[in-house]
């Protein structure tokens, strides 16, 4: 069986591109439509990778991804970030929040700013996961 | 906890924009409400269904439904870049819909403290067969409304909503518990005044030391409420106005040099409120101040 890959993502047409791409290329998709229920999946479902989108209702991809990288057992959950969202943005986000008194967070890994084209999120996506 | 030792916290606000209406100048000014609390602001637009609905010889206009949300979208993501710099939590709705009903939903979803909205832009007759925006809002709401005037528009209002805001009271429960939603955000208040419209049929015909009385009852409860803002650190002064109330409760705004005026707003039915009207949401509709309205109970 191929590995869990939860999608997490307000926009049903991104959610429908990410998961074709994902089945397309052997994986298992899951998805969530904000950081919470995100955040759910993660605990109950134990995926191999997490496409997160930034801008959500609910909750935030900076907020979910803050939670995964300072909970000891959810920390090692790879996590691509997919967004319309500047990578400088959500990393000045971060750094805010940290000088607010906040845990520091390692940078993501990952980061691809939308629109993406589906070779380059499967390549993407096969380089997370090794 | 006791109720009364409950402090009311504006986490979370709803900023409902047409755009054309509600920029990021607008919410800039806003954002003094951090210091009682404020960590997540969610953007939400509501595209009206008839601008994309079914249309004989066209059908759905699908097209115009994506330019409008991406357009929506566009500029989002680029006001949230800059909230989620400071280290703002920042989330999205963009519906198609009515906005009444979207914006009810979104703020149960969402459990926002307050929601922000634009004047509406409907014409007389359109607000007395669809109801206006506000009325609606208010109605299905239990939170606080802001409708919000540029300050650009007004001659009158300069500084931010929360700095000198102006609260009305009839001594109604409705008005009173207004003046407990402010005294809960008494740090953000340079300066509040108080005011009471007495009613000019009360002072005709009677004699001027009735008169006078009806004013000096009116002036002492009205410092009773001055009493509790000074407690909390915030300058407060009282004021007695006489006449109708819409009109004088302007005046007053506008000769205090407020920034916003608070009401509180009871529950009428929405017929009575179409044919008699309410004053809060007159005031709300017609000012040229920001106007916060309180719901009869905030859930």
Redesign the interface.
Known sequence: MGKKVLVVD?DPDVRLFNTTVLEENGYLPLEAENGEEGLQMIKSEKPDLVILD???????G??LYRELKTNASLRDVKVLILS???KK??L??QQ??T??GESQVPEPEFYLEKPVDADILAATIKKTLG | MHESERRMKIGKLLFVTKFEDLGYDALKTLLSLRQSGLEHIVFMYVIEREKVSMRRGIGYQKEEAIRLKETANIRFIDWAERLFEQGMEVGVYIQIGSLAAEVARAVRKEEADLVVIGRSHKTGLEQFYAGSTVTELIRRLPVPVLVYKPVTNSPFVTGTPFQRPLIATDWSPASLRAVEYLLDLAPLIEEVRVVHVADAEDIEGSSVMTAQKTRKDAKARLEEICARFQAQGSTARSHVYVGDPEAEIERAARECRATMVVLGSSSKNLWVERWLGSTPRKIAENSAFPTLLIPPAIG
């Open positions: 307000d930034v801008l959500m209702p609910r909750q935030s900076i907020r319309g969202i500047a943005t959500f000045r986000s805010a929040l000088e607010f």
